[in-house]
DNA sequence: ACGTCGATCTCCT
DNA sequence: GGAGATCGACGTA
């Protein structure tokens, strides 16, 4: 049972709300955690740019037809991509995180990106890479360990940014629509345009 | 069995 | 802002 999940939310309302939920993920070399601050929403049957689109099945799919709050991992160029599964089973629709900013275990994720700073986890890739998060989490359910959404605390952006979402070329309406939220202001949203806020654009 | 193509990242200019 | 890396899944045969 989920507090989001089992709402007759919309998969907009649900992507925008996951900003500022904690993601967390435990393994040998430690716990690590971060905010979501970026989000795309990916609408299934009806949307061109959804792996799902018309309900294909394929067995990399399987999870998107499982049941809200399983976890799809999509690889691709070498990166893997941490999806949500956020409706019915059946309805294959699923937030993609795009960007968090990290809380516990910062040390562990420099070390796994060999990087410093806002690069460690401001892209779907890059998040996953310093999270530990690979193909071994698909179809697991985000409210089991080792990779799960903290139901204990949260953070609330100050304002919600909607925009289009990341590369996805020639897909007509669907390449314009608005279904990427980001909290505005926050430096590991990918590709930021304008300004970072001081407080990152959390409210207080 | 093979050709195509990404929901990306990095490095360079 | 753009090219190249790089590889597994998928479609076609």
Do not use: C
Request: proline share 5%.
């Amino acid at each position: 049972m989920n507090p989001w999940f089992d709402s007759k939310k919309t998969t907009e309302e649900i992507a925008q709300e996951l900003l500022g939920m904690l993601v967390v993920k435990e393994t040998d070399a430690g716990i690590v955690s971060g905010w979501i601050v970026e989000t795309e929403a990916y609408l299934g049957e009806i949307d061109q740019a959804a792996h799902s689109y018309k309900l294909k099945k394929t067995p990399r799919l399987n999870s998107m037809y499982q049941e809200a709050g399983t976890i799809y991992i999509y690889s691709m160029h070498t990166h893997h991509m941490l999806n949500l599964v956020v409706q019915a089973k059946g309805i294959p629709e699923a937030v993609l995180i795009r960007g968090i900013e990290p809380f516990e275990g910062l040390a562990i994720m420099e070390e796994r990106r060999a990087q410093t700073g806002f690069a460690v986890t401001d892209g779907p890739g890059k998040l996953t890479k310093a999270m530990g998060i690979d193909k071994s989490d698909d179809g697991s359910s985000i409210l089991v360990p080792p990779l799960i959404i903290s139901q204990k605390e949260r953070r609330y952006p100050q304002e919600v940014e909607l925009s289009k979402r990341i590369g996805i070329p020639n897909k007509g309406k669907w390449t314009e629509a608005f279904l990427r939220y980001s909290v505005k202001g926050n430096p590991y949203v990918s590709k930021l345009k304008g300004t970072i806020e001081p407080d990152y654009g959390w409210e207080k």
